[in-house]
């Protein structure tokens, strides 16, 4: 049984099963919120949400049911329990879809993760299309996700990677993308929509834009971006976006690639096996449509419930609730550090609400600490429960730009309040003293 005929035939359940939910939308109660939360105690301030965030209960009761109730392979088992696994992993597909405003369920393509998404595109859609001399643009806040694909395509193809640089206040050089446009080489605009380093948000929509009245394509790592801000691909008119699960308080081990649906049915399969086959003989093979055309094997099916389940949860809040709950605490955290002697906030010089006139950021903060290795910092952090990332977080173009090895970065999620930002101060002044 395949996604086509999910849409077009509900199959039969026991009575007390049931995929559709109506989703309430509730009022952001911060302390509420992290009552769900079973890993979120008063003993760990959990401020590394870019690299993971947190499951709710809900999300883990669900991935466990899967596991408890209906353990079983999708798409071709013709009883009772395989039957439920294929339309609880189907209707995940609906979820993103609807989620993210794809026209189309047959444009998601469920991969192990955003890094996967997007050597999913470099390795089908760019071998089959890209030649010798054609350039893909790239920006210079990107995860290393969105640069070592395209790099590995210049070793074997000859495509030109051309970059586009930063502001001081972390803004994307649009006059720059402008005269690379100009060239005419461009085939395809690959950025970030939100840096995981400095949380500067590109103008995405603007880019599509001029990337398509240039003749190229564009591809959104919204790895970042995913749980911050509302995510229409309608609307945003790219042609390919990516991000994680476990990024938007669902379990690892599932990406999500959107593609245009025109794009993927001419796109050669990524990797080959069972699932993705219309017919194999002893000489050749020929592919189904997608999605099932990209998901080869074994699918992540646990992974989908789980993810199905954290965008029920997450949907229950208006964007608009959780951005100004979000925007408050990194105003608060950036008056917080910025108060700390020898403290360097990169990227941006402030952060409040746009009607200030100082720009918006989102997601998370990196700074420096002179005479103190992030490192260091972070280790004495930990022991005190405060959980932060230190290192070049996969950006080393970007941390090259700012003339820094590595950086140290709060990043925050839905369930943080300002009493967690608090011990933040005190707990770097502590550390400060014991290395001097």
Same mark, same amino acid.
């Given at each position: 049984?395949?996604?086509? @005929?999910? /849409?077009?035939?509900?199959?039969?359940?026991p009575s007390d099963f049931e995929f559709s939910t109506i989703i309430i939308i509730m009022p952001l109660n911060p302390n509420q919120i992290r009552s769900q939360?079973?890993?979120?105690?008063?003993?760990?301030?959990?401020?590394?949400?870019?690299?993971?965030?947190?499951?709710?209960?809900?999300?883990?009761?669900?991935?466990?049911?899967?596991?408890?109730?209906?353990?079983?392979?999708?798409?071709?088992?013709?009883?009772?329990?395989?039957?439920?696994?294929?339309?609880?992993?189907?209707?995940?597909?609906?979820?993103? /879809?609807?989620?993210?405003?794809?026209?189309? #369920? *047959?444009?998601?393509?469920?991969?192990?993760?955003?890094?996967?998404?997007?050597?999913?595109?470099?390795?089908?859609?760019?071998?089959?299309?890209?030649?010798?001399?054609?350039?893909?643009?790239?920006?210079?806040?990107?995860?290393?996700?969105?640069?070592?694909?395209?790099?590995?395509?210049? +070793?074997?193809?000859?495509? +030109?990677?051309?970059?586009?640089?930063?502001?001081?206040?972390?803004?994307?050089?649009?006059?720059? =993308?402008?005269?690379?446009? *100009?060239?005419?080489?461009?085939?395809?605009? *690959?950025?970030?929509?939100?840096?995981?380093?400095?949380?500067?948000? #590109?103008?995405?929509?603007?880019?599509?834009?001029?990337?398509?009245?240039?003749?190229?394509?564009?591809?959104? @790592?919204?790895? /970042?971006?995913?749980?911050?801000?509302?995510? @229409?691909?309608?609307?945003? @008119?790219?042609?390919?976006?990516?991000?994680?699960?476990?990024?938007?308080?669902?379990?690892?081990?599932?990406?999500?690639?959107?593609?245009?649906?025109?794009?993927?049915?001419?796109?050669?399969?990524?990797?080959?096996?069972?699932?993705?086959?219309?017919?194999? !003989?002893?000489?050749?093979?020929?592919? !189904?449509?997608?999605?099932?055309?990209?998901?080869?094997?074994?699918?992540?099916?646990?992974?989908?419930?789980?993810?199905?389940?954290?965008?029920?949860?997450?949907?229950?809040?208006?964007?608009?609730?959780?951005?100004?709950?979000? /925007?408050?605490?990194?105003?608060?955290?950036?008056?917080?550090?910025?108060?700390?002697?020898? =403290?360097?906030?990169?990227?941006?010089?402030?952060?409040?609400?746009?009607?200030?006139?100082?720009?918006?950021?989102?997601?998370?903060?990196?700074?420096?600490? +002179?005479?103190?290795?992030?490192?260091?910092?972070?280790?004495?952090?930990?022991?005190?429960?405060?959980?932060?990332?230190?290192?070049?977080?996969?950006?080393?173009? =970007?941390?090259?730009?700012?003339?820094? #090895?590595?950086?140290?970065?709060?990043?925050?999620?839905?369930?943080?309040?300002?009493?967690?930002?608090?011990?933040?101060?005190?707990?770097?002044?502590?550390?400060?003293?014991?290395?001097?």
């Amino acid at each position: 049984m395949t996604c086509e @005929d999910i /849409q077009k035939k509900k199959l039969s359940f026991p009575s007390d099963f049931e995929f559709s939910t109506i989703i309430i939308i509730m009022p952001l109660n911060p302390n509420q919120i992290r009552s769900q939360f079973p890993l979120l105690t008063e003993e760990i301030t959990y401020l590394d949400s870019a690299a993971t965030a947190q499951n709710p209960q809900s999300v883990i009761d669900a991935i466990n049911d899967f596991y408890k109730t209906y353990n079983s392979n999708v798409h071709r088992g013709l009883y009772p329990i395989s039957d439920k696994a294929t339309e609880a992993y189907e209707d995940a597909r609906l979820s993103v /879809q609807s989620f993210i405003n794809a026209k189309d #369920p *047959s444009e998601i393509i469920f991969t192990g993760g955003c890094t996967e998404s997007i050597n999913l595109v470099a390795k089908s859609w760019g071998k089959a299309n890209l030649k010798k001399g054609d350039q893909v643009v790239l920006s210079i806040l990107e995860h290393h996700s969105n640069i070592t694909p395209w790099q590995q395509l210049k +070793e074997e193809i000859g495509i +030109e990677i051309e970059w586009i640089d930063i502001s001081e206040e972390g803004e994307l050089d649009i006059d720059q =993308l402008d005269r690379v446009l *100009s060239k005419g080489k461009v085939k395809l605009v *690959s950025v970030t929509g939100q840096s995981n380093v400095i949380g500067v948000r #590109p103008p995405i929509k603007e880019i599509t834009d001029k990337a398509h009245d240039a003749g190229a394509l564009t591809l959104v @790592d919204a790895a /970042q971006l995913i749980a911050h801000h509302k995510v @229409d691909v309608q609307d945003l @008119d790219c042609d390919f976006l990516a991000f994680s699960g476990h990024k938007l308080y669902g379990p690892t081990g599932i990406g999500v690639l959107y593609g245009n649906k025109e794009l993927l049915k001419n796109m050669p399969a990524f990797m080959t096996g069972g699932g993705m086959i219309k017919e194999v !003989t002893k000489d050749s093979f020929t592919s !189904t449509d997608p999605p099932e055309k990209f998901e080869a094997g074994t699918p992540p099916i646990a992974q989908a419930i789980g993810l199905k389940t954290a965008i029920e949860w997450l949907s229950q809040f208006k964007w608009k609730d959780i951005e100004e709950h979000e /925007q408050g605490l990194l105003s608060f955290a950036f008056e917080e550090l910025s108060s700390i002697e020898r =403290l360097n906030i990169i990227g941006v010089n402030g952060i409040r609400n746009p009607e200030s006139g100082i720009r918006k950021v989102s997601g998370c903060l990196g700074f420096t600490i +002179e005479g103190v290795h992030p490192h260091d910092l972070t280790d004495l952090l930990g022991e005190k429960g405060i959980c932060m990332r230190a290192g070049h977080h996969c950006t080393q173009p =970007l941390h090259d730009k700012l003339g820094i #090895p590595a950086s140290t970065r709060l990043s925050i999620g839905i369930y943080n309040n300002e009493d967690e930002i608090k011990k933040v101060r005190p707990a770097i002044e502590e550390a400060i003293k014991i290395f001097e």
